[in-house]
């Protein structure tokens, strides 16, 4: 009984910092969509009308899979090509993507983990005519790879909060014994998400 308690306990721990973990991302995501969106009121008012409508159908799935542990990966993959779609908005051909992916049925990854690599990319990278910056999903086997190219901004406007990249571990820790990679190089910063299954 005591050990059926502990494991119950256990449980709902997990499950508690799980939803903290999640807690983030929602008023994160906001925060820098608006903060993107002010800067593009001044710019073009016509693009400034489509981020919004393009935002509202991007929250609109942000809100969807707030209460869930895992999605599909063809959802997740829908949305972020939503998000990049709205940043081809705002960067026209300064950001570049491709999407590749072999068969991904029975895949899933931890919700808006790809939302928070893209917005690291976009956020921490110049994305300029000179420059622009590229990114690339592609599936590997059991791995999604996430990459960009790095050209890091000299100064940051916007200093990071870490939420990202730890978010996603602290997830990953919780519900798998695999765990993401990260890789640097020269022109290059890539993460590897493992595919997680489901067990029925």
């Known amino acids: 009984k005591s050990a059926i308690e502990a494991e119950q306990l256990r449980s709902e721990k997990l499950a508690s910092q799980y939803q903290s973990l999640k807690d983030q991302l929602n008023p994160h995501f906001l925060f820098n969509s608006l903060n993107a969106l002010s800067n593009l009121v001044y710019e073009d008012a016509d693009r400034s009308v489509a981020f919004i409508q393009k935002l509202s159908k991007i929250y609109r799935y942000v809100l969807e899979v707030q209460q869930e542990e895992l999605v599909e990966l063809d959802r997740e993959l829908e949305f972020a090509q939503n998000y990049l779609e709205l940043q081809k908005i705002r960067f026209e051909e300064n950001l570049n993507f491709n999407i590749d992916l072999s068969d991904c049925k029975g895949c899933y990854l931890p919700p808006l983990s790809l939302q928070l690599l893209l917005e690291n990319a976009i956020k921490h990278n110049i994305a300029s005519q000179e420059n622009p910056l590229f990114i690339s999903i592609l599936q590997k086997g059991e791995e999604l790879w ?30 798998s014994d695999r765990m993401p990679e990260i890789f640097q190089s020269e022109h290059e910063f890539l993460v590897k998400l493992p595919l997680l299954k489901v067990n029925s």
Request: hydrophobic content about 25%; cysteine-free; overall charge positive.
């Open 146 to 175: 996430v990459s960009n190219t790095f050209q890091p901004k000299s100064s940051q406007n916007e200093p990071s909060t870490g939420v990202g990249l730890e978010n996603i571990r602290s997830r990953y820790r919780i519900l």
